[in-house]
């Protein structure tokens, strides 16, 4: 996936997920929602483009993806009754994944739940 290609589909990502991440209620909505509304998503984005293509996510992609997926994991650690407030990586989170095979008990290990 070249990058002409890719920027309008992590746009659209981050976008939707920010958009639902901001709607999302740690006290009421149900935590596995912050997995696949959004951690999921990002996760297997940077996965497909990592195994697709050898033009590496540009500067400005990995940050808004970083970004997104730091914003869900602070929604998911609230709904557990913890405050995140640390960064992780798109790239951290899916070698965990890959090493781990489950999202929800990489999320959890990572954030020390």
Not at 5 to 27: G, Y
Not at 57 to 64: F, I, R, T, Y
Not at 85 to 113: I, K
């Amino acid at each position: 996936m070249s990058r002409s290609a890719r920027w309008p589909i992590v746009a659209r990502l981050v976008e939707r997920t920010q958009r639902e991440c901001a709607s999302f209620d740690p006290a009421r909505d149900d935590p596995r929602q912050c997995l696949t509304a959004g951690v999921e998503p990002i996760v297997s984005l940077y996965i497909e483009v990592r195994r697709a293509s050898d033009d590496a996510l540009s500067p400005v992609e990995q940050s808004l993806l970083d970004r997104a997926l730091d914003d869900w994991l602070s929604q998911y650690a609230a709904s557990q009754g913890v405050h995140h407030s640390g960064r992780f990586t798109v790239h951290e989170l899916a070698v965990a994944y890959a090493a781990d095979g489950d999202l929800r008990s990489t999320v959890d290990d990572l954030l020390d739940l």
